[in-house]
């Protein structure tokens, strides 16, 4: 099994590169979040965004999983699958989840939105999806698991879970009705819309024990490659805590959320942008709050996938970097939008940082919530260059050439693979 994972903070662009690489694979399996996700693909002229399905979706040859790590929202993925059955995917035969992926409840998402809204200006900015109410029941032993809804009890063991939802509701102070974020909200109606999904999901899905069919798929010497969701930098354990997501989202994630040991992991593709971004809270040490910020986000169009929230935007940052190369044992870095930075005379790379002491470090201090990072850039000059007609190696501008060796050099891990566009043909493979 080769491993696919953003290095930053989402939306590197992996929905694009696992599109890309998926006719390598037999399998495409997503292993945690779940639709706090947005996936962009992009070929023969049309956009898609996926949110809980794998993005090997929409070639009718590869198999697709949802493994056990990701948190489900069985609302948002019937509509996800109506559109695809709609395009005319086979969703029953193209896509199989596991019957241990846990359900996140209308009440998981009421949550969400109180948890942020007690947090004042301390708010995590999470998608509220319900992504953290959900894993919260899983590790507290509470949760419902999609292969519930096979269950003649099924909608006993929710009532409970509602029960305990609505009694914490009821600490925060937070109604049933109302509206978040200028969204009406009515939770009766959310539960009609949960159990009509509920339904489809029986009729038109097949659950699986994905376990057992990922290691099979292994054994009968097929390819599988595990899709990140989310990026390394909001990991539960290793991001800049609590401004992170609720999963493991570096590689040791995917073990446990397929079911596949370690030993099974081939490739770990690290995907990062050329430059860095970052939606919702939290701490950002090369933020540009200036016209190059502005810049990059109006060329990138760094508006997110998932909730339309325009993303912050700096220079890119090389001990982040290195750090997420270390966490997951990266063998190959991909790097993603270099187009974004075409029209960019100079490009900054952050180095190192200084501490408010003084202290210069190139490692990701425990305190980064805590206290100001100042970033030392290293200035390099930019390519000035269209890269639109970028098919091989030697038309690449020699001020990228320039920008991708100091990367891996600083990493001492090699850049393999070029994203110049958002569309599936706008790659290069760089050795
Ligand atoms: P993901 O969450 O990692 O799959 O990334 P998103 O889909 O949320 O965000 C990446 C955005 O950048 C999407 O709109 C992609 O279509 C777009 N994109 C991906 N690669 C490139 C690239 O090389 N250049 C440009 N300009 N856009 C890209
Ligand atoms: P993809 O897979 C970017 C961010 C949210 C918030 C924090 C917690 O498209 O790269 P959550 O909803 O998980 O409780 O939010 O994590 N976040 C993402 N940022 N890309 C994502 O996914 C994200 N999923 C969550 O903005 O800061
Ligand atoms: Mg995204």
């Known amino acids: 099994m080769d491993i696919l994972l953003g290095l930053q903070w989402g939306d590197e662009g992996k929905g694009k590169i696992v599109d890309f690489l998926a006719p390598h ?123 519930d809804i096979l269950s003649p009890d099924f909608s006993q063991r929710y009532e409970q879970l509602k029960a305990k939802h609505l009694t914490t509701l009821q600490f925060y102070n937070f109604p049933t009705s109302g509206q978040i974020n200028n969204q009406p909200y009515e939770l009766a109606l959310m539960e009609h819309d949960f159990f009509a999904a509920v339904e489809f999901l029986k009729n038109e ?114 001990p982040a970097l290195r750090y997420a190369v270390m966490l997951n044992g990266v063998t190959q870095l991909f790097m993603m939008k270099a187009d974004v930075l075409n029209t960019f005379e100079e490009i900054n790379i952050c180095t190192h940082y200084q501490l408010p002491n003084g202290e210069v470090t190139d490692e990701m201090p425990f305190e980064v919530v805590d206290m100001p990072l100042k970033p030392i850039y290293k200035t390099l000059k930019g390519w000035n260059t269209n890269l639109e007609n970028l098919h091989s190696l030697d038309q690449l501008p020699a001020a990228l050439a320039t920008y991708i060796r100091f990367i891996e050099d600083y990493l001492q891990v090699p850049i393999k693979l070029l994203s110049y566009g958002s569309d599936r043909k706008d790659t290069l493979h760089l050795a």
Do not use: M
């Open 205 to 318: 899905c097949t659950f699986v024990n994905s376990e057992y069919v990922l290691n099979q798929t292994l054994q009968e010497g097929k390819k599988i490659l595990a899709e990140g969701a989310q990026g390394s930098l909001l990991d539960i354990d290793f991001g800049s805590y609590p401004f992170v997501t609720s999963s493991n989202t570096t590689v040791a994630g995917a073990c446990t959320g397929l079911g596949i040991a370690p030993t099974k992991v081939g490739e770990v593709f690290g995907i990062f942008k050329a430059y860095a971004t970052r939606v919702g809270g939290g701490p950002f040490p090369t933020e540009l709050n200036d016209e190059i910020g502005e810049k990059l986000r109006a060329i990138g169009h760094e508006y997110g996938a998932t909730t339309g929230r325009a993303r912050r935007c700096g220079w890119l940052d090389l």
């Open 25 to 147: 694979y037999h399998t495409i399996a997503r292993f945690q979040g779940g639709p706090n996700a947005g996936h962009t693909l992009h070929f023969d002229g049309v956009k898609h965004v996926l949110h809980q399905i794998p993005s090997g979706i929409f070639r009718k040859e590869i198999n697709n999983v949802i493994g056990n790590g990701v948190v489900l929202d069985p609302v948002i993925l019937r509509k996800e699958l109506a559109a695809l059955q709609s395009k005319g995917v086979d969703i029953r035969q193209q896509l199989q989840i596991s019957k241990k992926a846990q359900i996140i409840v209308p009440t998981h998402r009421l949550i969400d939105a109180a948890s942020e809204l007690a947090k004042g200006d301390k708010k995590i900015g999470s998608t509220l999806k319900g992504i953290s109410p959900a894993y919260q029941d899983k590790i507290g032993r509470a949760g419902l698991r999609i292969g």
